[in-house]
């Protein structure tokens, strides 16, 4: 709708700092823009805060599982919920944006930089869990000819913006985001490693966790 919106603006979509307020005048309601824009600030926050909760969960888990420090694992004592966790999540997810905006980085770079970083979590995630749900329904005795044939697709249509992403090359420093996750993934999948042959429990207790929860 945005996009439609602005076929008859002057400054294209991608160059505006406001664009709903824009978008409202375009429609002929620019008193709608206010509260469209205080509505989508509160939005942001929700989901950010939804993030935060996410993201202390799991570091909650990976401390109780011995893949990081058992501090981060501690839980409040009268709520009983994972502060530690969750305050190491929102103290990075600060800096991060806040360092960007002190080199001198526009807010709408760095919403593109760190959205284009995080859709390659997004995106790898989507893959495993498309490669693993026919292995896991073939070991269920469930698997089915339109199973692989779903899952398949899936692989598919997602490569299609990872390749995007990389081909035709783009611009600096987007050319080197995937570099970057690269490097993370295979440092994260080292530690991983590393720890799993130090202590070869711990790949067996979060399987007894995997399985807790699903029941």
Same mark, same amino acid.
């Given at each position: 709708?945005?996009?439609?919106? /602005? ?23 620019? /008193? ?7 509505? $989508?600030? =509160? ?21 109780? !599982?011995?893949? +990081?420090?058992?501090a981060v694992g501690r839980v409040h004592r009268s709520n009983q919920t994972p502060h530690v966790a969750i305050a190491l999540c929102a103290v990075l997810t600060f800096l991060v944006p806040t360092i960007l905006s002190l080199r001198g980085i526009e807010v709408m770079k760095i919403f593109e930089y760190t959205g284009s970083f ?13 490669? $693993?749900?026919? =292995? &896991? ?19 598919? /249509? +997602? ?5 995007? *992403?990389? &081909? ?12 970057? /996750? ?6 994260? *999948? ?23 929860? !699903?029941?």
């Amino acid at each position: 709708m945005e996009i439609l919106g /602005f076929s008859s603006s002057k400054v294209p979509l991608d160059q505006s700092k406001a664009p709903l307020n824009i978008l409202a005048d375009l429609a002929g309601v620019g /008193f709608f823009g206010v509260p469209i824009s205080l509505g $989508a600030a =509160i939005s942001l926050f929700a989901s950010t805060l939804g993030s935060l909760t996410a993201g202390g969960r799991i570091l909650l888990s990976m401390s109780r !599982h011995k893949l +990081l420090h058992q501090a981060v694992g501690r839980v409040h004592r009268s709520n009983q919920t994972p502060h530690v966790a969750i305050a190491l999540c929102a103290v990075l997810t600060f800096l991060v944006p806040t360092i960007l905006s002190l080199r001198g980085i526009e807010v709408m770079k760095i919403f593109e930089y760190t959205g284009s970083f995080s859709a390659y979590g997004f995106l790898l995630a989507y893959i495993l869990v498309s490669v $693993a749900a026919p =292995i &896991y329904l073939h070991k269920q005795r469930r698997l089915q000819r339109r199973n692989v044939l779903v899952a398949v697709l899936a692989v598919l /249509f +997602l490569l299609i913006p990872v390749v995007g *992403s990389v &081909y035709p090359v783009p611009p600096a420093p987007l050319n080197v985001l995937p570099i970057l /996750f690269l490097v993370l993934m295979i440092l994260c *999948s080292s530690w991983f490693v590393w720890q799993r042959w130090r202590e070869p429990e711990i790949i067996n207790e979060i399987k007894r966790d995997v399985k807790a929860n !699903h029941s």
